[in-house]
């Protein structure tokens, strides 16, 4: 009996991955990317993970002491905005990253427990653009010594000439500067992979963001080999964007998201934005679609809306009218 109770859990892994919780499968995704960002950058790369573990777990244990649904999401989600965060982030900005997806996440699951945005992409958006460069401070590998990524490296000195400065095998691997969980292209394949085995990822979404993104490098004429072989693109568009839990109900509106995505994010290097711009920018739209999502269900469900907060007006007066009396009275 203990033997299989222990195996269960392996076997629902390796042949029915799609009944494990969401959360679960979100783990066992990050743990490729992980592995390689250890590899790669090492001792910053353990910080920023130690960090994120911590200040995650941190907001797990208080969602297990409040009973919440999904108590694991905050740990999560504090594990996405770490990995998007250069290795060389003072560790205010990681702090503040780590903490702020998990506290997101542990008001997400508080209030909107069936809402399924990845809060962690929205508090590395947040520090990227409030640190002003200093999140996105990136090391070459094995070492500390801070040097520009890929695509930084390519528009400062390479555009013009329409050169790839680093070999496509180096930039698969990731073997390269970048954010510290996600240069690795082959780590981020494995993790797709897994979402998709886990029926987790939209191959649709991912397909159109590809067309969105060929879109811009094809007028530019720009080295396609290079522009797409990068670790930080894909984690971004399989691991957050494509997941089925975070596109829209629409089914027109999915696949019109990815191509929205991929040709804004690669179309803003023609303005001098390098590979942060695709974390601002997928986060920009999934909050976007969560305004719009939520301003459309509370014009369909007005009746409940409105009966909701009158009786929440009409909550609020009888307790400032108990206070009154109390008052008076004392």
């Known amino acids: 009996m203990v033997r299989r109770a222990l195996l269960a859990p392996l076997r629902r892994a390796a042949f ?16 490729a990317p992980v592995v390689a960002g250890l590899a790669i950058f090492r001792l910053p790369a353990l910080i920023l993970l130690a960090l994120g573990l911590v200040l995650g777990g941190a907001a797990m244990a208080v969602a297990l002491w409040l009973r919440l649904p999904h108590p694991a999401r905050p740990l999560i989600s504090a594990l996405f905005a770490v990995a998007l965060i250069g290795p060389g982030a003072p560790l205010v900005w990681v702090c503040g990253a780590a903490a702020g997806a998990a506290m997101l996440a542990l008001a997400a699951v508080w209030l909107l427990p069936r809402d399924h945005a990845e809060t962690g992409l929205w508090a590395a958006a947040a520090v990227l653009l409030l640190s002003r460069g200093a999140a996105s401070a990136y090391y070459r590998p094995g070492s500390q010594l801070v040097a520009s990524e890929p695509i930084r490296l390519w528009l400062s000195y390479f555009i013009s000439l ?53 879109i811009p490098i094809l007028v530019m004429h720009w080295p396609i080999r290079y522009q797409l072989d990068s670790g930080p693109l894909w984690f971004v568009a399989a691991l957050i964007l494509a997941d089925r839990r975070h596109l829209p109900a629409s089914r027109l509106g999915r696949p019109l998201l990815g191509l929205c995505a991929g040709l804004v994010a690669t179309a803003a290097r023609i303005r001098g934005y390098s590979i942060e711009a695709v974390v601002t920018e997928v986060a920009a739209l999934q909050i976007l679609v969560s305004l719009l999502e939520g301003g459309g269900w509370m014009v369909g469900n007005r009746r409940l809306v409105w009966e909701t907060l009158r009786h929440f007006d009409a909550h609020s007066l009888s307790l400032r009218g108990g206070r009154r009396y109390r008052i008076s009275s004392s």
């Open 162 to 214: 329409g050169q790839s400065p680093i070999d496509a095998v180096k930039l698969y691997v990731g073997n390269v500067p970048g954010p510290v969980f996600a240069t690795s292209l082959l780590a981020v394949g494995v993790a797709a992979a897994w979402y998709w085995y886990a029926r987790r990822l939209s191959l649709l979404v991912l397909l159109t963001f590809l067309v969105g993104a060929l």
């Open 16 to 31: 029915e991955p799609q009944t494990l919780p969401a959360e679960v499968v979100a783990g066992l995704a990050l743990v």
